[in-house]
Every structure is written in C-alpha cells, then in structure tokens.
C-alpha cells in the first residue's frame, strides 16, 4: 500500500467516469421530446376546451363564465388569454418551438390554475397534484432546454439552449402570472 506522499503510477489511477460519458445523448433527446410531446399536446388539448369547447370543454362562453365566477374580472378575456398560453404554449412545446417561452406561457397559466384549486388537498379531484405536476414539467423544459429532437435547433439564437433563456423566460412568466392573480378578486 502506497504512503499518502507515494505517487501512484498513472496505470493504477482512474479518472471518475462521469455519468454523462457513458450515457447516449440520443437517449437524452428521445426522453425530452415524450416529455415535450406529452405535456405539450396535454395543454394543447386543455387549451383547445377553452377555446373552441373541444373535447367536452366549456368554449369561451362557459370558460368566461367559470373565469368571473372564480373572480377574474372580463372572465371572456380571460378565457381567451388563458386559452391561447396553453394552446400555443403546448404546441410550441410539443414541436419544440422556442421552449423557453413556450414553457413559461404553460407556467404562467397554471401558476393561475394553482391559485384558483389551492385548499382542496393535494390530491384530485379537488387537490392541484395534477396542476403542480404539469406546472413543473413545464417549467424544466423551459430551463433544459428541448433537446435536439426540436425546431429551436434551427434557430441560431435557440440552437444552443441557455440556463439564463430559461430562468429568464420562468421569471416572465411567474410576473405575469402574479400581475394576473392580482386582478383577481
């Protein structure tokens, strides 16, 4: 056994293996893009009720009025605003079309969502783990980025994804979440 002042020979010590050396990047990108196309076509559909009152949705008449009576003033308006970030926001995700943004639309729309089910548990029907799950999805898509399997790929500003885009496009998205709750009654 070597002194801890004994050097050993360069065929004794091994550099730690990172975990990202022996992991396929394919494998990376295979898993953002089911987590993209998931949250990203959940949310559109989800948008899609509000909007055009597919899939057993209210519409923008029965979203408005569930928006007033939730407190939000112009509850018509807010359905459309409310609608558009998550069609939008999960179509964009799910493509992977400027996924900063795209996820910080879905954050900023279900931070409202958290507020509206808040105190009912955490567990649905009247809980918000539904709501919490989907809001932090989202938002980590918006901070890793969508992966190579995306259209930001073909977009020279997007093509390599920053921390900061992310974490910028969060903050946006939480501030107009919070400028929206504070509409509220």
């Known amino acids: ?27 990376y990108d295979a898993g953002l893009l089911l987590l ?5 076509l959940t949310m559109a559909a989800h948008g899609s009720q509000k909007l055009f009152g597919w899939f057993s949705g209210g519409g923008l008449e029965g979203t408005g009025q569930f928006f007033t009576m939730s ?25 992977g079309l400027l996924t900063p943004l795209a996820g910080a639309a879905v954050v900023g729309t279900m931070v409202n969502a958290l507020a509206v089910k808040w105190g009912g548990g955490f567990f649905a029907p009247e809980g ?40 910028a496009a969060l903050a946006l998205g939480v501030a107009i979440a919070g400028v929206i709750l504070l509409l509220r009654k």
């Open 1 to 27: 056994m070597p002194s801890p002042t004994t050097e050993l020979s360069p065929s004794v010590v091994q550099a730690p293996v990172s975990a990202h050396a022996s992991a396929s990047p394919h494998a």
């Open 36 to 40: 993209r196309l998931a949250v990203g």
């Open 71 to 95: 407190g939000y003033p112009s509850g018509k308006a807010m359905a459309v605003v409310a609608g558009l970030s998550e069609t939008l926001g999960g179509l964009g995700l799910a493509v």
């Open 128 to 167: 918000v783990e539904y709501e919490l799950l989907l809001t932090a999805a989202a938002a980590a898509l918006a901070l890793t980025g969508p992966g190579r399997l995306a259209a930001d790929r073909y977009l020279p500003v997007l093509r390599s994804h920053r921390l900061a885009y992310g974490a």
